[in-house]
């Protein structure tokens, strides 16, 4: 582990420059109530600051305390989520909510390894609720954390394997003020979010800069250092807008993957993209013994998940019978009802801007 001088030096710096130069105004800074700062938390998972501030404010407006988003419907709490994306966090979010609010009495857990044990919370999470509500001597290692201590001394371990995970782990408890948790924590945070960029980071506003190594050396846009890249994979969704008299059909996704316990049109998903005649022969389609008039592309669009790319093409399907599906479930739904249902932000964005609701 590292020397004391360097250590000193480190978290002294970073918590003389968040006391004094700091004005990172957040809603949640130096909020202590483990609710709203495990709300928080949630929402930032995977997620902008400047993005999940308006979330933040909704979810805290329309549900104050814990109990009131634990008695809230389905549906409404997805549709206060939907744009966000991994909306599997916000399933983990509902049930953890229940879980406080009906075996807990909406008493929010004190200990580190009680809340690290709550649905859809990790090490992270506890750390930073902890700290925080508690004032706990727990560390929080995020993103932005990784980049300063790996910048500032130079750590050629790629930080997303186990071992890695686990050194820088020890590193920032070992750096951690436990005499202010809070505040050391959301210094670091902060000046990585601010300072420490992943591209262009503005070295010479860091209170860091005389001693950090990657800087002293010239490579800072070397750190930190992955294990390998990521592999994006392409989907092509083509969703079919059976329209009968004034309603479309709308069917729930409940396979676990993207996008999971929200709503959307038809879909017939393949390896590649698919044309209006390329579409009328598929397998999937043909099944279905549609009575139809024609069909019409209307619009394609990309959407970029961490991992995916999602190709989307909307077809409107002019039927001249009701159909009789095979093997699919969903439901007729006219404007009112498609405005208080969840969507995808694709499926949301195509759905607005034709007037469907």
């Not at 970073?14 to 800074?29: C, D, F, V």
């Not at 879980?99 to 709550?118: C, T």
């Not at 039927?319 to 995808?344: A, S, Y």
Request: hydrophobic share 40%; charged share 20%; with cysteine.
């Amino acid at each position: 582990m590292k020397t004391r001088p360097i250590a000193h030096f480190f978290t002294s710096g970073l918590t003389a420059w968040h006391a004094t130069i700091n004005n990172r105004s957040l809603p949640w800074k130096n909020e202590k109530d483990p609710y709203r700062i495990w709300l928080s938390e949630v929402i930032l998972q995977q997620t902008r600051a400047q993005q999940g501030l308006p979330y933040y404010l909704r979810f805290t407006e329309a549900y104050p305390t814990i109990n009131e988003l634990a008695a809230a419907g389905d549906n409404d709490v997805f549709r206060l989520w939907q744009g966000l994306g991994y909306y599997n966090r916000c399933k983990n979010m509902l049930a953890t909510a229940r879980y406080i609010a009906g075996e807990l009495g909406g008493n929010f857990p004190r200990s580190y390894e009680d809340i690290l044990g709550l649905k859809g919370i990790g090490p992270y999470t506890a750390a930073a609720i902890s700290s925080f509500a508690y004032g706990l001597p727990r560390a929080v290692v995020d993103g932005n954390v990784y980049r300063v201590l790996a910048r500032f001394f130079r750590i050629d371990i790629p930080f997303d394997t186990t071992g890695g995970k686990q050194y820088f782990a020890d590193l920032a408890a070992q750096l951690l003020d436990k005499n202010d948790s809070a505040g050391y924590n959301q210094a670091i945070m902060d000046l990585g979010a601010t300072v420490c960029l992943p591209r262009k980071a503005r070295c010479t506003d860091c209170p860091l800069q005389p001693r950090c190594s990657a800087y002293l050396h010239n490579v800072i846009d070397l750190f930190p250092v992955r294990s390998k890249r990521v592999v994006v994979s392409k989907r092509y969704f083509h969703y079919l807008i059976l329209k009968w008299e004034e309603s479309i059909w709308i069917q729930k996704r409940t396979a676990r993957d993207i996008w999971e316990n929200l709503h959307e049109p038809f879909l017939i998903e393949s390896m590649e993209p698919m044309d209006v005649r390329a579409l009328s022969l598929n397998e999937q389609f043909l099944v279905q013994n549609f009575g139809y008039t024609h069909i019409e592309l209307e619009y394609s669009g990309k959407q970029r998940l961490t991992h995916q790319i999602i190709e989307a093409r909307f077809l409107t399907v002019y039927l001249n019978e009701k159909p009789h599906f095979k093997g699919r479930e969903g439901k007729w739904m006219t404007g009112t009802d498609l405005e208080n249902t969840p969507f995808p932000k694709t499926v949301l964005s195509f759905l607005k801007n034709n007037f469907y609701f």
